[in-house]
């Protein structure tokens, strides 16, 4: 157990962060409110899970909404689905004891009791605290299951990343130069463009608020792109898609916000691009791929272990930053992965 | 060497079908011309092939076209690019005798003299010789390694094939089947539709003249499409693309004949079903994969011997068919793969 709990008083009662509102688009602190409630006592095969730092993700977006997705809508008036780093405060699990770190499904709110498939990760690398969730977060094994698997990438390739500075994206940036590709960031404003340089390691970064994005990849990728790492959509896609090398491949790992794909906006038609260029287009969604979290949880901390990768957290602090914390990941004004202490 | 050659005299000039204009679209009459030329002599490491059999194939529209595609334009003034299936009467290449039978790049023209390279397959498997210019030619090669290779059926999935009963759709559905899939036909007209079901053993077939492509494929593939074998691009894809299950793939292995693709006309944006479905859309061109071809060929042979898989011909007579022919195969008026006789 590599963490020392601080000596403090375990709150008694349970802040509990509802979804009481369905948002029409990005989810805003006017959809949620804060309660209190009862601890809940752990069942037979449950765990009670003291939540220290709750994780703000893009999925999160889809989970709020009512529309068709690959997970259930959260209802209304539940508490909000979210993962979050915890410590075990009571076990009727065997295999968890009192004192163990865990990452998982465990809500927006104080404490959880859950069964044990709601842990995605026990924490017990040799790092701290709240890597567990971010460079072994969703995110961060999310960048590295999608990149090595579908994305394929060889040395010599030129990897493509929209928001490359983002809390998957940079990881996605400095796994693929690890591996030996020539690294491009797609980033909004200069700043983040200088981050994606500076910081991540990028040989080259494309502001899109400033640069004609196929112009600029025209140079920064002048044989093409043989990996697009796309977590945006949109027009920076269609860019993208038609400067693409024969056999690229395009990881499709997030979409841009938007009130509704229902009907779908248009766009350029792509069939006569992956004909061509014979692409593959797949898309990534890290809850098909549970079986290997453990597996890049230890070759992602090792990375870091050996000073190939970085991580940078923003913590906002309180669970009352919570409900206003996905709409600031839209706005793109957090510097790393975003999460809120409630420790 | 299992075919007898007929006891004619072979002819003494060289009849060639040259592209003297560029079509902007479907190839005509019009763009092309018929010449006289000499035989040409084979040089070193070359054989002379008298053709047969000439192929036409839908990958000649893009071979006429002056923009960029995954082969060179042919150049104005040359014979026309094609595959035929035809007899070797004189040979400079070790491993190739006189009364050989053979497959491939052998040019719109009576002779031709061409290295070892321009041959994609030996016809020495017991077959009758068109079998070569379809069960086994691109179009059957392409549908069996395509489908197999980027569709990868598992029994129980659901097929759906557009341009089902075409020079490469019909066989889809008939290795699907075998393989143990529900095969869904998309074709134009009832009675393409009908021969879907009778000819090629298709489950379903939804006739996209006449019905609502959507609600049909709601019925027909209640569960969700696993694998969409696309040949044609547009509303087609764009109604399967969103009744595709979970993990599903799509094929791209032709597109729809439009004018220009530069720049693309609009669609629907797909980003977010490809995420959402997590679905692998591809683009497959049987040139990337010609290591594949003998494998391939002997399979199919052994699936035609077995009655497992049946091949139609439709046959046009005489070299004067051939500048008509790419034009019927967009008219859709051709029943089964297109040869020209000119042997």
Same mark, same amino acid.
């Given at each position: 157990?590599?963490?020392?709990?601080?000596?403090?008083?375990?709150?008694?009662?349970?802040? %509990?962060?509802?979804?009481?509102?369905?948002?029409?688009?990005?989810?805003?602190?006017?959809?949620?409110?804060?309660?209190?409630?009862?601890?809940?006592?752990?069942?037979?095969?449950?765990?009670?899970?003291?939540?220290?730092?709750?994780?703000?993700?893009?999925?999160?977006?889809?989970?709020?909404?009512?529309?068709?997705?690959?997970?259930?809508?959260?209802?209304?008036?539940?508490?909000?689905?979210?993962?979050?780093?915890?410590?075990?405060?009571?076990?009727?699990?065997? =295999?968890?004891?009192? =004192?163990?770190?865990?990452?998982?499904?465990?809500?927006?709110?104080?404490?959880?009791?859950?069964?044990?498939?709601?842990?995605?990760?026990?924490?017990?690398?040799?790092?701290?605290?709240?890597?567990?969730?971010?460079? !072994?977060? +969703?995110?961060?094994?999310?960048?590295?299951?999608?990149?090595?698997?579908?994305?394929?990438?060889?040395?010599?390739?030129?990897?493509?990343?929209?928001?490359?500075?983002?809390?998957?994206?940079?990881?996605?940036? %400095? +796994?693929?130069?690890?591996?030996?590709?020539?690294?491009?960031?797609?980033?909004?404003?200069?700043?983040?463009?200088?981050?994606? !340089?500076?910081?991540?390691?990028?040989?080259?970064?494309?502001?899109?608020?400033?640069?004609?994005?196929?112009?600029?990849?025209?140079?920064?990728?002048?044989?093409?792109?043989?990996?697009?790492?796309?977590?945006?959509?949109?027009?920076?896609?269609?860019?993208?898609?038609?400067?693409?090398?024969?056999?690229?491949?395009?990881?499709?790992?997030?979409?841009?916000?938007?009130?509704?794909?229902?009907?779908?906006?248009? =766009?350029?038609?792509?069939?006569?691009? +992956?004909?061509?260029?014979?692409?593959?287009?797949?898309?990534?969604?890290?809850?098909?791929?549970?079986?290997?979290?453990?597996?890049?949880?230890?070759?992602?901390?090792?990375?870091?272990?050996?000073?190939?990768?970085?991580?940078?957290?923003?913590?906002?602090?309180?669970?009352?930053?919570?409900?206003?914390?996905?709409?600031? !990941?839209?706005?793109?004004?957090?510097?790393?992965?975003? !999460?809120?202490?409630?420790?």
């Amino acid at each position: 157990m590599p963490y020392a709990i601080p000596d403090y008083v375990l709150p008694t009662i349970n802040r %509990q962060v509802l979804l009481t509102a369905r948002p029409d688009g990005i989810p805003r602190p006017g959809h949620f409110t804060i309660v209190e409630a009862q601890i809940p006592a752990p069942g037979e095969e449950q765990i009670l899970v003291r939540n220290i730092y709750l994780s703000v993700d893009p999925a999160q977006r889809g989970w709020c909404s009512a529309e068709a997705n690959y997970s259930a809508p959260v209802a209304l008036g539940a508490p909000m689905r979210g993962l979050a780093v915890g410590v075990v405060v009571q076990s009727r699990v065997g =295999g968890f004891s009192e =004192g163990d770190f865990v990452y998982g499904f465990f809500g927006w709110q104080d404490y959880a009791a859950v069964g044990p498939q709601a842990v995605l990760h026990r924490a017990d690398d040799n790092l701290p605290l709240d890597a567990f969730g971010s460079l !072994l977060g +969703i995110n961060g094994i999310t960048a590295y299951l999608a990149l090595t698997r579908l994305g394929r990438p060889e040395p010599g390739d030129t990897l493509v990343v929209s928001t490359g500075a983002g809390s998957v994206g940079s990881f996605v940036g %400095q +796994i693929g130069r690890h591996l030996g590709c020539r690294t491009v960031a797609v980033a909004g404003g200069p700043a983040k463009a200088a981050r994606c !340089l500076e910081r991540f390691g990028y040989d080259a970064a494309i502001d899109y608020h400033d640069d004609d994005i196929g112009s600029a990849l025209a140079v920064a990728a002048e044989d093409g792109v043989d990996i697009y790492y796309d977590n945006t959509g949109g027009p920076i896609l269609d860019a993208v898609l038609r400067q693409m090398a024969v056999a690229g491949r395009i990881v499709q790992c997030g979409t841009a916000s938007i009130a509704s794909w229902t009907p779908a906006p248009t =766009g350029p038609r792509n069939e006569r691009e +992956i004909l061509t260029r014979r692409l593959v287009w797949s898309g990534f969604v890290i809850f098909d791929h549970i079986g290997r979290y453990a597996q890049a949880a230890s070759d992602m901390a090792r990375l870091w272990q050996e000073g190939k990768v970085l991580y940078d957290t923003d913590l906002a602090t309180g669970i009352e930053a919570a409900p206003g914390a996905i709409a600031r !990941l839209y706005a793109g004004d957090n510097a790393g992965k975003l !999460l809120v202490y409630i420790g």
